[in-house]
Nanobody, 117 residues
Framework: QVQLVESGGGLVQPGGSLRLSCAASGINFGSYVVYWYRQAPGKQREWVATSTSSNTTNYADSVKGRFTISRDNADNKVHLQMNSLKPDDTAVYFC???????????WGQGTQVTVSS
């Protein structure tokens, strides 16, 4: 059974940092494109960052220069380092893994990030 489990969310002051992690079981992240999405209250889910199996990364303009996505292949995890956090970053953050050229698609349950003073 495949599971993606996000962790690392919490409450942080504006300007602070958090590191989210997505741990996979039942699949090898090395073969998947991994995405981070977020969904704020009353808003649609939006794409945040991508890490391909060849370690190419892409970021939404709203987080470029502040967030970094990285892979830990030894532990089968993908991380999202979030710096210079803003109240607008408040959302539930989700990890998504997709197999290229396939409909195979897995989601985690999400982790809450709240940026507030």
């Amino acid at each position: 059974q495949v599971q993606l489990v996000e962790s690392g969310g919490g409450l942080v002051q504006p300007g602070g940092s958090l590191r989210l992690s997505c741990a996979a079981s039942g699949i090898n992240f090395g073969s998947y494109v991994v995405y981070w999405y977020r969904q704020a209250p009353g808003k649609q889910r939006e794409w945040v960052a991508t890490s391909t199996s060849s370690n190419t990364t892409n970021y939404a303009d709203s987080v470029k220069g502040r967030f970094t996505i990285s892979r830990d292949n030894a532990d089968n995890k993908v991380h999202l380092q979030m710096n210079s956090l803003k109240p607008d970053d408040t959302a539930v953050y989700f990890c998504n893994a997709r197999l290229a050229f396939s409909t195979t698609n897995y989601w985690g349950q999400g982790t809450q990030v709240t940026v507030s003073s």
